[in-house]
Every structure is written in C-alpha cells, then in structure tokens.
C-alpha cells in the first residue's frame, strides 16, 4: 500500500522556520519524483520543491534561497523552511510521481498524503 505521511507542521511568527516531514512507502521512494505542494485558503495547489531519484531539485521561485528540500536513507522526505512570510501560510502536502521528473504541476502528481498546515503571523 502506497502511503505518504506528513509532519512537522505548526505555527510560528515571520522571520521564523519549520522543518517539515514526509515518510514515504518505500515502493515508491527510491523510484519516483517527490515533492512538496501547498495550497492556501480560496487558492489552487502549487508546487514548492521536488526532488527526483538522482536527487536533482527544483524550486518555485517564490521559495528559492529560503527552503531546502532533502531526503534521507529511511524513506523521508524534508523540507526546512527558513525565513517564513505570513503568505507561506497553507496546508503543505508531500506528492509522488513516477512519469515524470522534476516537474511542479501537480496534476502530474499520483499519490498524496493529507497535508500538514503552516500558519505564519506577522
């Protein structure tokens, strides 16, 4: 059963960082594209950071030079997030792909686990 977990979500003021977790079934980790996804309240699902399984990334602009997205050998996924702007605010999700690479459209994406919220205050 294919299954993606996230964690680390909370609330913190701008300026401040988060650590968010992914595990990951390991059917899928070392053979898909993995990534992180977000979508704020009255607005569509965007992609954030993806790695692939040579673990080449790519990030939104929106985020670059703020969050680094990692994995690790025990099949999770990460995504630091420093310097947090009230408008990071959304439910965080972690995606998988196995037809693509690298890319941040998330209809691209097959399996999604249920999200993890990010609230930053200003």
């Known amino acids: 059963q294919v299954q993606l977990v996230e964690s680390g979500g909370g609330s913190v003021q701008a300026g401040g960082s988060l650590r968010l977790s992914c595990a990951v079934s390991?059917?899928?980790?070392?053979?898909?594209?993995i990534g992180w996804f977000r979508q704020a309240p009255g607005k569509e699902r965007e992609g954030v950071a993806v790695?692939?399984?040579?673990?080449?990334t790519r990030y939104a602009d929106f985020v670059k030079g703020r969050f680094t997205i990692s994995r690790d050998t025990m099949n999770t996924l990460y995504l630091l997030m420093n310097s947090l702007r009230p408008n990071d605010t959304a439910m965080y999700y972690c995606?998988?792909?196995?037809?693509?690479?690298?890319?941040?459209?998330?209809?691209?994406?097959?399996?999604w686990g249920q999200g993890t919220q990010v609230t930053v205050s200003s």
């Open positions: 995606a998988a792909a196995g037809r693509v690479s690298l890319s941040l459209l998330p209809s691209h994406y097959d399996y």
């Open positions: 390991e059917i899928i980790y070392s053979s898909h594209c």
């Open positions: 790695i692939a399984r040579n673990d080449g």
